[in-house]
């Protein structure tokens, strides 16, 4: 992370440190994690109906279920368990994606305020 992103990271306010960032970025930097996440934020569903719906092994879809649920993307579903007969069901969880992008907002705009300031100083 470059210090001016760091920088935008502790001027937010916010509590997410940049180990989550860089945590969830690295999550969501695999396509097939993308598509996972994205069924579940319209669906719960378990590895068995992700992997009946993606071109990857109900293995696979495990993987990643895991490498999600660690940076606390999803989680089980179904109330405490999870579960849904013996498949164990998945949802999307909001608010680590919020936290990163009210990070990369205030990134934006300090890039916007620099910029503006550079077009000030190039017409004057």
Do not use: F
């Not at 760091?6 to 930097?29: I, K, M, Q, Y």
């Amino acid at each position: 992370m470059s210090p001016g992103a760091d920088s935008a990271a502790r001027t937010t306010g916010n509590t997410t440190s940049t180990t989550e960032v860089v945590a969830v970025c690295a999550a969501l930097a695999d396509a097939t994690r993308w598509q996972i996440l994205s069924t579940l934020g319209s669906r719960d569903a378990s590895a068995s109906d992700l992997a009946r719906e993606l071109p990857v092994s109900r293995q696979a879809i495990a993987r990643h279920l895991g490498a999600l649920e660690a940076v606390g993307l999803v989680e089980a579903a179904s109330g405490s368990t999870g579960r849904t007969g013996r498949a164990l069901e998945y949802r999307a969880l909001g608010a680590p994606l919020s936290r990163l992008a009210a990070q990369l907002e205030t990134i934006g705009r300090g890039w916007d305020r620099r910029l503006a300031q550079i077009k000030e100083i190039a017409e004057s």
